[in-house]
Structures are given as structure tokens and as C-alpha cells.
T-cell receptor, first 110, second 116 residues
Framework: DAKTTQPPSMDCAEGRAANLPCNHS???????VYWYRQIHSQGPQYIIH???NNETNEMASLIITEDRKSSTLILPHATLRDTAVYYC???????????FGTGTRLQVFP | GAGVSQSPRYKVTKRGQDVALRCDPI?????LYWYRQALGQGPEFLTY????????KSGLPNDRFSAERPEGSISTLTIQRTEQRDSAMYRC??????????????FGPGTRLTVL
């Protein structure tokens, strides 16, 4: 299973863009990169996913490098409600098993 | 619409007792997953089902843990002869499609299990 590496914590000022990096250097060609977040003690919440192209939805943007060995999740205008643990996950090929790491704890401050 | 529900939300039991944790997925979702989450850690995969068939149970820690989904809807995770190290949040998730394509998992609120 491809492993991901994320910084344990980051801070971001409210209203600014939050850029959360993730390394997945052992990713295989057909493995997707998924991002979930977990606010306080709630269940994880899906944010976005991608294979090779950059993706954007109403929550965030996902930038994947050309060699696919790393990606960045961008929250364009962070709010206090975006304070959470963000997990970068490489989905195991042909299964839906998600292997969560320890994630990045993002603290958005006023 | 209703999301994934789990019951009980909290369970306190004594070491050696059996517990059964229930998951009610979103209606129509074909896949169901069980995870365990220790404090300060990310969720750890336990097992998953497509319809009633258990596809992968590689994450179950030992043979005291079992899961079933007999009619392809509600699932039960059973822990026999509980031990203190089984204390954790047990989370269930469901998704609308089978493996192989895009598949967002919707998580329930979890059952907090405490083994005394």
C-alpha cells in the first residue's frame, strides 16, 4: 500500500489560503489520491480526490505533481470552521479500503 | 436524508464480556466499512462488505473480532471476550458504489467503546 507523509500541524490565518502538502512517492499508476478531514470528534468527511489532473470543487482544490509523487490540498479562503485534521490517503487499487495516516492538524486563527 | 447511524453511541463493558456494535448505512448504499480509531490517531481499517459479502477482513486484529451484514444492509461488528486494549471509537462508513471507481465514503458518528 502506498504510504503518505504529511506535516503533523499547520497554522493559517482566517481568510488566507491554506496549502496542505502530502508526499506519496510510492504511489502506483492507477491509485487515486483522496483527501478527507475530521473536525473534532466527528466522523471523517470527504473533501476531494484525483488521479493525475488537478481537481477543484466547492470545498477545495487538489494539485497533483506531474510525477504524482506529491500533492497539495488548497483551501482558498480558510475559515475558523476549517480547523480540523486533514488526511491525505492513497486508495488501495481496486478496493475501497482507506488507509489513514496521522494527518495534518490545521489550526485556522482569527 | 438520513446519514449513517450507529448504535449504541457509547458502550461501557467489563473485560471478558462480548459486545455487538450496530451500523445502519445510508439507504441503498452497497458498500459498508468498519474502522477503529484510537485517540489522536487516524481511523484504522478493519473490514468491509459489498452487499452481504465480506470482501476484506485483513484489518480485524484477531479472531475475537467478527462482522456480518446478512441482508446487505445493517451490519454488526462483534467483539468477543473484550480486553482493555479494545477500547476505542468504532466507526462505520457506507458508499453508494462498488470498488474500482470513484467512491466517497460517508462516515457515521461512531460508537465509543470503553472496556473496564
Amino acid at each position: 500500500d502506498a504510504k503518505t507523509t504529511q506535516p503533523p500541524s499547520m497554522d493559517c490565518a482566517e481568510g488566507r489560503a491554506a496549502n496542505l502538502p502530502c508526499n506519496h512517492s510510492t504511489i502506483s499508476g492507477n491509485e487515486y489520491v483522496y483527501w478527507y478531514r475530521q473536525i473534532h470528534s466527528q466522523g471523517p468527511q470527504y473533501i476531494i480526490h484525483g488521479l493525475k489532473n488537478n481537481e477543484t470543487n466547492e470545498m477545495a482544490s487538489l494539485i497533483i505533481t506531474e510525477d504524482r509523487k506529491s500533492s497539495t490540498l488548497i483551501l482558498p479562503h480558510a475559515t475558523l470552521r476549517d480547523t480540523a485534521v486533514y488526511y491525505c490517503i492513497v486508495r488501495v487499487t481496486n478496493t475501497d479500503k482507506l488507509i489513514f495516516g496521522t494527518g495534518t492538524r490545521l489550526q485556522v486563527f482569527p | 436524508g438520513a446519514g449513517v447511524s450507529q448504535s449504541p453511541r457509547y458502550k461501557v463493558t467489563k473485560r471478558g464480556q462480548d459486545v455487538a456494535l450496530r451500523c445502519d448505512p445510508i439507504s441503498g448504499h452497497v458498500s459498508l466499512y468498519w474502522y477503529r480509531q484510537a485517540l489522536g490517531q487516524g481511523p484504522e481499517f478493519l473490514t468491509y462488505f459489498n452487499y452481504e459479502a465480506q470482501q476484506d477482513k485483513s484489518g480485524l486484529p484477531n479472531d475475537r473480532f467478527s462482522a456480518e451484514r446478512p441482508e446487505g444492509s445493517i451490519s454488526t461488528l462483534t467483539i468477543q471476550r473484550t480486553e482493555q486494549r479494545d477500547s476505542a471509537m468504532y466507526r462505520c462508513a457506507s458508499s453508494p458504489a462498488l470498488a474500482g471507481g470513484y467512491n466517497e465514503q460517508f462516515f457515521g458518528p461512531g460508537t465509543r467503546l470503553t472496556v473496564l
